[in-house]
């Protein structure tokens, strides 16, 4: 069972906290001092906000990772990918955005393109 310890928390803060659902070793990161006399650092709600931002980029990256690609996706038809990209996903026809993502000589920038093409085709 887990303890709970007052932290000294306004409301607005102890919200914004509950929020970003942290697992023990990023509080260990934010918090200082002996256990039941922990004290958020000076800058914390700029640590809790970028580490915020990086929970919603990991949940749209794994909203994405399963995209689905169609086997029959013509990689020469999508305008922007560059030389090697469409090279590589027509040699290796990736199931999904993820994979697609994880081939060498497919850029983050290819990857966007294709997640544009697809968009735009209702995919």
Same mark, same amino acid.
């Not at 995209?67 to 027509?90: H, I, M, N, T």
């Given at each position: 069972?887990?303890?709970? $310890?007052?932290?000294?928390?306004?409301?607005? *803060? =102890?919200? !914004?906290?509950?929020?970003?659902?942290?697992?023990?070793?990023?509080?260990?990161?934010?918090?200082?001092?002996?256990?039941?006399?922990?004290? $958020?650092? %000076?800058?914390?709600?700029? =640590?809790?906000?970028?580490?915020?931002?990086?929970?919603? *980029?990991? !949940?749209?990256?794994?909203?994405?990772?399963?995209?689905?690609?169609?086997?029959?996706?013509?990689?020469? =038809?999508?305008?922007?990918?560059? $030389?090697?990209?469409? *090279?590589?996903?027509?040699?290796?026809?990736?199931?999904?955005?993820? *994979?697609?993502?994880?081939?060498?000589?497919?850029?983050?920038? %290819?990857?966007?393109?294709?997640?544009?093409?697809?968009?735009?085709?209702?995919?």
């Amino acid at each position: 069972m887990a303890e709970s $310890f007052n932290l000294g928390l306004n409301a607005e *803060q =102890e919200e !914004r906290a509950n929020k970003l659902h942290f697992g023990n070793v990023v509080i260990d990161m934010l918090f200082q001092g002996p256990i039941g006399t922990y004290s $958020f650092p %000076d800058g914390y709600e700029e =640590e809790l906000e970028k580490l915020a931002k990086q929970k919603e *980029q990991a !949940r749209r990256f794994s909203r994405l990772e399963n995209k689905p690609l169609l086997p029959s996706l013509d990689y020469a =038809e999508v305008k922007g990918l560059s $030389f090697e990209a469409r *090279q590589k996903l027509a040699e290796h026809r990736p199931a999904s955005l993820g *994979q697609a993502s994880r081939l060498g000589g497919v850029s983050p920038a %290819d990857i966007t393109v294709l997640l544009i093409y697809l968009e735009q085709r209702g995919g």
